[in-house]
């Protein structure tokens, strides 16, 4: 029997019908060619230090035009994305329960979950772009911001490979911080004053997905130990490393930017 909320989620689904039938030479890709993401993330690692080598004697470009498109398009895409993957998770929270949520690998293979998480592990790629333009633009590049984008990209691909349990929430969140992260963004790119309140909500915001992240990683744990989880040691080892260390470093940033008063940092 399905609730008034499930059917609302059902509602959701309906209104972007998009499918992809992704088979499984798709799982192959990710399986045969995961080795590709470290050499994405060692060509990005190139360019942060070669790229800030080639500007340093040079002036910073303004490319707000190009920033707010980028921005934007990366806004609408995660608000899409948050919508398609929220449908599939409301509708097992409400039918299921929580530990399905969590443990049950249906999120890679549902009609349309899968689509859009296929195309969470893609945009990992793209979004790198964001510290194009930071270096461009000469503006200061932390380390939260790129050791962040790395170890997404990395762990992305080696999660929708293996179908790791708490996939679904990972992408589920990442999509939600996003669409209020680059909306941010474009807003601020347009020119137009937001209030500083504005940008401590979303980094608490990602504060609190690090949390769910590390709650979700344990729990996983928990219930590979009774056999519910289909999960291994290794997965639970590398996604608590992941969220922890974001815990730790989202944390110090929301600290050193907003409680100590210090300048003004674009954190990721």
């Known amino acids: 029997r399905y609730s008034k909320l499930s059917i609302a989620f059902q509602a959701i689904i309906l209104l972007f019908p998009w499918r992809l039938v992704l088979n499984a030479s798709l799982q192959l890709f990710f399986s045969t060619y995961r080795r590709k993401s470290f050499s994405f ?120 490979k293996d179908m790791v349990a708490g996939g679904g929430w990972f992408m589920t969140m990442n999509y939600s911080v996003h669409a209020f992260m680059y909306s941010y963004y474009t807003v601020r790119a347009a020119g137009l004053r937001v209030p500083r309140p504005f940008a401590m909500v979303i980094t608490f915001i990602q504060i609190l997905q690090m949390v769910m992240g590390t709650a979700v990683s344990i729990m996983a744990y928990s219930w590979m130990q009774d056999g519910i989880c289909s999960t291994s040691w290794e997965q639970i080892f590398w996604s608590s490393i992941m969220y922890l260390s974001y815990l730790v470093l989202f944390c110090h940033f929301f600290h050193e930017a907003y409680l100590k008063g210090r300048g003004k940092t674009k954190g990721d």
Request: proline fraction near 3%; include cysteine.
């Open 41 to 160: 993330a060692l060509a990005y690692m190139l360019l942060i230090f070669g790229g800030q080598h080639v500007m340093k004697q040079r002036r910073g470009y303004n490319l707000r035009k190009p920033l707010v498109l980028w921005s934007l398009s990366l806004a609408l895409f995660s608000i899409i994305g948050t919508l398609r993957t929220w449908g599939y998770m409301g509708f097992v929270l409400s039918t299921s329960g929580f530990k399905r949520s969590v443990c049950d690998p249906g999120f890679y293979n549902g009609p349309v979950s899968k689509f859009w998480a296929y195309m969470f592990v893609q945009s990992k790629v793209p979004e790198l772009g964001d510290t194009v333009f930071i270096i461009l633009r000469k503006q200061r590049l932390i380390f939260l911001h790129w050791y962040h984008h790395v170890t997404v990209l990395l762990y992305a691909w080696y999660a929708y």
